[in-house]
C-alpha cells in the first residue's frame, strides 16, 4: 500500500519559516518524482515545486522560487519543503505527489498525500 504523509505543516507569521516532510512508503523512492502542490480556500489546486529522481533537478512556480526550496533524502524516503520569507498569500493545504515519469508541473501524479495545513498570519 502506498502511503504519502505530510508534516510540518501549522500556523506561523508573515516571514517565518516551516519546513514540510513528505515521508513515503510502499513504493521505490528512488523511481518516483516528487511533487508539492497547494490548495487555498475557493482556488484549484496549483503548482508550488517538484524534484527528479535523484534530486538533482529542480523546478518552481515563480511564485515560490528563492524562498521555497525541495530537498530529498532517498535513504529515507522523505523530501522536504523548505518555506522561507513565508506570506499571508502562501496560506494553504500543502500535498506532495509522487508520480513515476519523475518531473511534472502539472497535478497528474500518481499518488498523493491527505495534505497538510500551513496558515501564515500578517
Known amino acids: 500500500q502506498v502511503q504519502l504523509v505530510e508534516s510540518g505543516g501549522g500556523l506561523v507569521q508573515a516571514g517565518d519559516s516551516l519546513r514540510l516532510s513528505c515521508a513515503v512508503s510502499?513504493?521505490?523512492?528512488?523511481?518516483?518524482?516528487i511533487g508539492w502542490f497547494r490548495q487555498a480556500p475557493g482556488k484549484e489546486r496549483e503548482f508550488v515545486a517538484t524534484i527528479s529522481f535523484s534530486g538533482i533537478t529542480t523546478k518552481y512556480a515563480d511564485s515560490v522560487k528563492g524562498r521555497f526550496t525541495l530537498s530529498r533524502v532517498n535513504a529515507k524516503n522523505t523530501a522536504y519543503l523548505q518555506m522561507n520569507s513565508l506570506k499571508p498569500e502562501d496560506t494553504a493545504v500543502y500535498y506532495c505527489?509522487?508520480?513515476?515519469?519523475?518531473?511534472?508541473?502539472?497535478?497528474?501524479?500518481?499518488?498523493w498525500g491527505q495534505g497538510t495545513q500551513v496558515t501564515v498570519s500578517s
Open positions: 510502499g513504493l521505490t523512492f528512488t523511481s518516483y518524482g
Open positions: 505527489a509522487a508520480d513515476p515519469r519523475g518531473i511534472l508541473l502539472t497535478p497528474g501524479y500518481m499518488y
